[in-house]
């Protein structure tokens, strides 16, 4: 079962805008991970955010988590035709290394 | 370093055969997980090996087995294959098992059962 629900399912936006997913768990969690896929390859890991973290950055890249109200959102600020691509978060499973996965944000960033 | 690597990239089979595919995580990795991806049930957690023991499955018959060899090498293996076996499989690797640690993906094999 998805333990984490991305929103919207898709977004479209011009070059140089700023994109922002969101996405939504049930349970207690101790970090939400972001991957990134291009046209169905493999996943690339964005950014880890720890359950005593509110906020991340990487590069373009802002995360931000809300334990209390179980959500996270990913913004990319001044977007590239290159970020186009699905976004997943990831939520620890119930044991061992196994992430739950949302159903993923397909962003479209045109030129 | 050399990211994770999956063989084949390509795969097409016919409905009851059997297919193995292989995965050799980042060099010092010893956890690898194995997910599935259709376009239907999104991604989906296989199993995870870790120093050569299988530690958690998941809910998936038990056509679907793998293996770690001592150099944290994995394969997985499908045995008579079903139309919907058909997905993008993907290994991902981290240095440790558990869900505090970064997973890093391969680029997947893209079987098609026919």
């Known amino acids: 079962s998805q333990q984490g629900e991305e929103d919207p399912q898709a977004l479209s936006i011009q070059e140089g805008e700023n994109a922002t997913m969101n996405c939504s768990y049930k349970?207690?969690?101790?970090?939400l991970q972001w991957y990134r896929q291009n046209s169905g390859r493999g996943l690339v890991h964005l950014i880890l955010?720890?359950?005593?973290?509110r906020e991340k950055h990487s590069g373009r890249l802002r995360v931000t988590l809300d334990t209390s109200k179980k959500s996270s959102s990913l913004l990319i600020t001044a977007s590239r035709a290159a970020d186009t691509a699905s976004y997943f978060c990831?939520?620890?499973?119930?044991?061992?290394?196994?992430?739950?996965f949302g159903g993923g944000t397909r962003l479209m960033v045109k030129p | 370093k050399a990211g994770v690597t999956q063989t084949p990239r390509y795969l097409i089979k016919t409905r009851g055969q059997q297919v193995t595919l292989s995965c050799s995580p980042i060099?010092?990795?010893?956890?690898v997980s194995w997910y599935q991806q259709t376009p239907g049930q999104g991604l989906q957690f296989l199993f995870e090996?870790?120093?050569?023991?299988?530690?958690n499955k998941g809910n998936f018959p038990g056509r679907f087995s793998g293996r770690q060899f001592s150099n944290s090498r994995s394969e997985m293996n499908v045995s008579t294959l079903e139309l919907g076996d058909s997905a993008l499989y993907l290994c991902?690797?981290?240095?440790?098992?558990?869900?505090?640690?970064?997973?890093?993906f391969g680029p997947g094999t893209r079987l098609l059962v026919l």
């Open positions: 090996y870790f120093s050569e023991t299988q530690r």
């Open positions: 990831a939520t620890p499973g119930d044991a061992g290394n196994m992430l739950t």
């Open positions: 955010i720890r359950s005593n973290e």
């Open positions: 060099s010092g990795h010893r956890s």
């Open positions: 991902a690797s981290s240095l440790w098992p558990g869900t505090q640690e970064t997973q890093y």
């Open positions: 349970t207690s969690i101790n970090n």
